[in-house]
């Protein structure tokens, strides 16, 4: 016969001892230990008499071709991955206040015109998701319903086989038949288990809205990430009250896309061309350079700004936000090596404008230009756009994908296009080629 084993379980945080202890030495909860037994289990936890299981080849999965829903809101559908694949558990995360709520709604609304979508809200009352609702003009087929219980939730849904389930949010769901604290994130944890089962046995669709919270990585969705299909975070810009939409990990599509959008007095509004808003904004001024990135299939338009002064103190300040600190102190050092400009003795201040965070080699050139320009304090021509990378010997290298940058910056009307000596052979007008740093200096000097 079997020998019983005893084991004692945190009901916070599932942390297990053989022991029972007071205070869980992983998340701190007093008196949460409960006693478990378990029988006839191996040393590995695995019961001795099982059935075994049915394996098969490749040709004998069938597989069928599902249609993405679509919204129709282009910044949604692209970031999604084009369209939300039916049978996936995706979750929705941000700050609150953020317009989770406001965007799910609108998505919900869109779909619901030709599938049938339930939207659960759990942390909301019906009242105010129709003021809600009003403000953004949706009259549709959606049916609404603030039970926050999961196991009443399950039943509606497995009852009533809708395509896409909208539960706003996670964090508000409580189960009945689990010992684990509600709210805790050994019960948030067995709750999305649930859902991601019952997401891929009915083929159903769900979306979970969850809220970052200061101590997010223990009680926020956080935990949450590796067992859900796809996560998507929506942030703040500083600059024009954007909101950016983001796929930090997504099974169906890639997770270099960015969705941007504003809100208004009627919603999220899609700001489907963000590169003119910075265009608008920039004006030509010394220490100011656009630059391009790709940012998933789309290049985005990029202002850096520098300010170089004259050091007043013995060690030279360095305050650098957006990009990485290092590649601005690489190319003030390069210049420095290359073009006997002395810049060890200036305090360089540099940023991204807009409070934007971007990590790419191809903005290079656009550094070195913004530390000269605002170095000779002369701003570089009007409509131009810097494109290429800088080696540590101060050659200038060609960037991939320029093809797509330069269709971009002739949507945008730009006139001059700073690249590298052997970016593309068909010289136009509009291209100014370096091969080295020095070359740099004419645009500054009369050298
Ligand atoms: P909400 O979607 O409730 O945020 P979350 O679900 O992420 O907590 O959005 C709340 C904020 O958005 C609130 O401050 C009011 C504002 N808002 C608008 O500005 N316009 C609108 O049309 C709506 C519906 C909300
Ligand atoms: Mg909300």
Known sequence: MSKQK????????????????????ECSQWDTFKKKELIGK???GVTK????????????????KQERMRTGIGEWDRVIGNGIVPGSLLILTGDPGIGKSTLLLQVAHYLAQKNAVFYFSTEESLQQVKIRAQRLNIDSSLLFCDVAQIENIIATIEKHQPDLVIIDSIQNCYSANTTNFAGSIAQLREITFELM??????????ILSG?????????????????????FYLQKEDRWQTRILRAVKNRFGTINE????QMGANGMQEIANINQNVLNESSPAAGSVLVSVLEGSRPLLIELQALTIPSKLAVSQRVISGVDHKQVVLIAAILEKYLQIRLSAQD?????????RIKSSCIDLGIALALLSSYFQLPLPKKSLALGEISLTGQIKPINHFDQFAKEAKKFGFERLFVAKNQTPNQTKQ??????????????TNE
């Open 258 to 261: 960015l969705g941007f959008f």
């Open 42 to 44: 191996t040393k590995h």
């Open 348 to 356: 360089i201040f540099f940023k991204i404008s807009g409070g934007m």
């Open 49 to 64: 008499k099982t059935t075994g299981v049915h394996l098969t080849s490749l040709e004998n999965i069938t597989t069928k």
């Open 6 to 25: 005893i084991s004692y379980s945190c009901q916070s945080c599932s942390y297990k001892t053989v022991k029972w202890l007071g205070c869980c030495p």
């Open 197 to 206: 089962r019952l997401a891929k046995e009915n083929n159903i669709a769900i």
């Open 431 to 444: 291209l100014m080629s370096f091969a080295t740093v020095y070359e740099l200096l004419k645009l500054f």
């Open 211 to 231: 809220h970052v919270t200061k101590d997010g990585h223990i009680a926020g969705p956080k935990t949450l990430e590796h067992m859900v299909d796809a996560v």
